[in-house]
């Protein structure tokens, strides 16, 4: 675990770059169909989703990451959480990590609240005990105490969310990494997930947050950048991106107040 003295950045991405290949199958002709007699030609199909990004994240701040949809931001995420490997290029992380993806990655639906609590906190190597202390924090934060015993599949989105970030937060990472996850909960909730994101910041933890709530943005994060089609198109101060990105979206900066929140 880094100390508080560790000059090292919280994350360091240098050169990255990530390239996706997927085999698809060739849209069949009839002459291929004939000629090949309904066997399938291949061929590899590649996006560039990450290209060449260079950045880095102070320990104890909040980076946002905004962008238009396929503009790579996941990928890029999913690769600081040592979930895709890079193609080109290193990712440097110092700390304990956790995520909080997008919804549907994590939790099993067919399980209880408890049992996915459970199995979440035993897969990061705590023991009894602590598991013991930290469920009750954990459905607390939540404030779900009345569901912790049905399955997740009876739960609300939000719900979902909910438990999803109480769990993250708990799990007192050095590094949150957050994709979109917050979108669902309720103002209140989010509000309350805000002020503790803070908190984890003050106690030195590093925030990586993704989202089109540019107005959240605005207020949560110490540096933001902006992903265009794989790239860094910028990495500056929240004002100045969020000014450059909703001209480029041309939305106009009302746009900005008016969602979320
Ligand atoms: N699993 C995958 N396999 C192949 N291509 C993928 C995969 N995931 C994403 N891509 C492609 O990579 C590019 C970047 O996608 P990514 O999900 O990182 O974008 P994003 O910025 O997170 O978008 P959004 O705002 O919609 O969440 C897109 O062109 C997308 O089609
Ligand atoms: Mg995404």
Same mark, same amino acid.
């Given at each position: ?10 994350? =360091? ?61 996941? $990928? ?20 304990r990590?956790s995520t909080l ?5 994590g939790f099993n639906?067919?399980l209880t609240g408890r049992e996915n609590v459970v199995l979440g906190g035993l897969a990061a190597g705590w023991s009894r005990e602590e598991l013991a202390a930290k469920y009750d924090d954990i459905v607390r934060f939540a ?5 912790m ?14 438990l999803a970030f109480s769990v993250a937060v708990n799990m007192d990472p ?31 933890? $590093?925030?990586?947050?993704?989202? =089109? ?14 992903? =265009? ?27 900005? $107040?008016?969602?979320?929140?």
């Open positions: 675990m880094p100390s508080a003295s560790d000059p090292r950045p919280a994350i =360091h991405v240098e050169d990255l770059s990530v390239t996706y290949r997927t085999s698809v199958e060739r849209r069949p002709t009839l002459r291929s169909m004939i000629v090949r007699a309904g066997r399938r030609e291949r061929y590899v199909h590649e996006i560039e989703a990450v290209k060449d990004v260079s950045f880095e994240v102070p320990r104890g701040s909040v980076l946002g990451v905004v962008g238009a949809n396929g503009a790579g931001k996941s $990928t890029l995420v999913r690769s600081i959480a040592g979930i895709l490997p890079p193609t080109a290029g290193r990712v440097e992380v110092n700390g990590v993806l997008a919804l549907g990655v639906r067919r404030e779900l105490k009345k569901f015993d049905l399955p997740m599949r009876m739960y609300s989105s939000g719900m979902y969310g909910r050095d590094i949150l990494l957050i994709d979109e996850a917050l979108s669902v909960g309720d103002a209140r909730f989010k509000r309350k997930s805000f002020r503790r994101m803070r908190k984890l910041c003050e106690a030195d933890a $590093t925030v990586v947050l993704v989202s =089109h709530a540019l107005q959240s943005i605005k207020d949560l994060c110490d540096q933001v950048i902006w992903m =265009h089609e794989g790239e860094l198109r910028m990495w500056d101060e929240p004002d100045a991106v969020i000014e450059a990105y909703t001209e480029f979206l041309e939305v106009g900066e009302d746009a900005v $107040t008016m969602e979320d929140v």
